[in-house]
């Protein structure tokens, strides 16, 4: 079985300020921090698509895809 990229996106914050970290498994099952800061309303991080947390701020709308650069907005 073939091993998948992880993808990551990023996605301005529009919760509280607060303490974050988040972990996930690499390709050999050991596990990494690919988020360890403090969340601010109005800041673009790279998160990583399908992770529990992630989708779950994205349910709550507490995150939201971020405008790529040279994108043509309405």
């Known amino acids: 079985m073939a091993d998948i990229a992880p993808v990551f996106n990023d996605y301005v914050y529009s919760g509280p300020v607060q303490s974050i970290c988040l972990k996930s498994k690499n390709v050999d099952g050991d596990l990494v921090t690919f988020l360890d800061d403090i969340l601010n309303p ?14 779950g701020w994205k349910a709550m ?3 939201t895809r971020a405008a790529r650069e040279g994108a043509d907005h309405e």
């Not at 109005?42 to 399908?50: K, P």
């Open 42 to 55: 109005g800041r673009t991080y790279s998160l990583l698509e399908g992770h529990r947390v992630v989708e």
């Open 61 to 63: 709308k507490l995150v």
